[in-house]
Antibody, heavy 122, light 108 residues
Framework: QLQLQESGPGLVKPSETLSLTCTVS??????????WGWIRQPPGKGLEWIGSIYYSGSTYYNPSLKSRVTISVDTSKNQFSLKLSSVTAADTAVYYC??????????????WGQGTLVTVSS | EIVMTQSPATLSVSPGERATLSCRAS??????LAWYQQKPGQAPRLLIY???TRATGIPARFSGSGSGTEFTLTISSLQSEDFAVYYC??????????FGQGTKVEIK
């Protein structure tokens, strides 16, 4: 059974870079059938797609975040990572990683990691 | 960007009753729509993809319908474990995936 687990600092200072890693177990991140994605959810609010990556390194980013986001993949470790630069309090959220089914383009998210709360505060 | 609008924001339903949730897209997304369920403190769980196909392990009381800009998630007979927040998500727009703001299904 595929599982995803987010890891990284729970507290980041304003203007610094948020860095998270998602470790995939029970399956290979190098599968040609899937992308891998990041989604976030501010406390008490809805879901926002951040970006998605293929095992080859091909990426799609949310245009509203594109200038600050970098998503990378490490197939040797079965992990993919998120970096979000110049963070502000508005970036405080639970960050989820998820597998993305690939049809003619990336589609729905399943399964999801349990999520990790990142707070931006000095 | 395609905007997804869900209604109502909150739906009060008694156990055993039928719940009907709506999701509207600002432009056509064909059948490229998924539904998720999220319980407090948990990650979202995929319920429906392709507008009407149940994901693995999802009970038959959950059904999805619609295409284009109008979509519906129906829970035929609400069980206690179904009280949660439900989100729709479109994946038709090239390079951008967007979610609705959610509908909370609460006990009446």
């Amino acid at each position: 059974q595929l599982q995803l687990q987010e890891s990284g600092p729970g507290l980041v200072k304003p203007s610094e870079t948020l860095s998270l890693t998602c470790t995939v177990s029970g399956g290979s991140i190098s599968s040609s059938s899937y992308y891998w994605g990041w989604i976030r959810q501010p406390p008490g609010k809805g879901l926002e797609w951040i970006g998605s990556i293929y095992y080859s390194g091909s990426t799609y980013y949310n245009p509203s975040l594109k200038s600050r986001v970098t998503i990378s993949v490490d197939t040797s470790k079965n992990q993919f990572s998120l970096k979000l630069s110049s963070v502000t309090a508005a970036d405080t959220a639970v960050y989820y990683c998820a597998r993305v089914f690939l049809e003619w383009l990336p589609t729905w998210f399943d399964p999801w990691g349990q999520g990790t709360l990142v707070t931006v505060s000095s | 960007e395609i905007v997804m609008t869900q209604s109502p924001a909150t739906l009060s339903v008694s156990p055993g009753e039928r719940a009907t949730l709506s999701c509207r897209a600002s432009q056509s997304v064909s059948s490229n729509l998924a539904w998720y369920q999220q319980k407090p403190g948990q990650a979202p769980r995929l319920l429906i993809y392709g507008a009407s196909t149940r994901a693995t392990g999802i009970p038959a009381r959950f059904s999805g319908s619609g295409s284009g800009t109008e979509f519906t998630l129906t829970i035929s007979s609400l069980q206690s474990e179904d009280f949660a927040v439900y989100y729709c998500q479109q994946y038709n727009n090239w390079l951008t995936w967007t979610f609705g703001q959610g509908t909370k299904v609460e006990i009446k």
